[in-house]
């Protein structure tokens, strides 16, 4: 086998791991496990892995901030009950949180 040859399924070798380790963010397991398996047991093993791995579980919910004064609220609301208490109208802005 000569050089070049060995280099190519390094990197083809490689760029398996990544890929693996970078599709794993959306999986239970995690990137670093992935990683680790992928690397030490063949990208192979670390397929499996990942494709018997249950899905990270997202919590979607949505805040809304008033832009004048900073508030976060979690219920729906048009307006920001303390600007309107000032004398001023000012529109909440949804913003949709994501977390694991």
């Known amino acids: 086998m000569t050089f070049l040859e060995m280099f190519f399924i390094f990197l083809y070798y490689t760029a398996l791991i990544l890929v693996l380790t970078f599709a794993a963010s959306q999986k239970k397991i995690g990137k670093l496990r992935i990683f680790l398996i992928s690397l030490f047991l063949t ?3 670390g ?9 990270a579980s997202l919590l979607h919910y949505t805040r809304y901030r008033c832009p004048r004064c900073g508030v976060d609220f979690t219920e729906p609301m048009i307006d920001c009950p303390y600007c309107r208490r000032d004398g001023e109208i000012t529109k909440l802005h949804p913003m949709i949180m994501r977390s694991v």
């Open 43 to 45: 990208p192979v093993v």
């Open 47 to 55: 397929f499996f892995a990942y494709r018997y791995s249950e899905p």
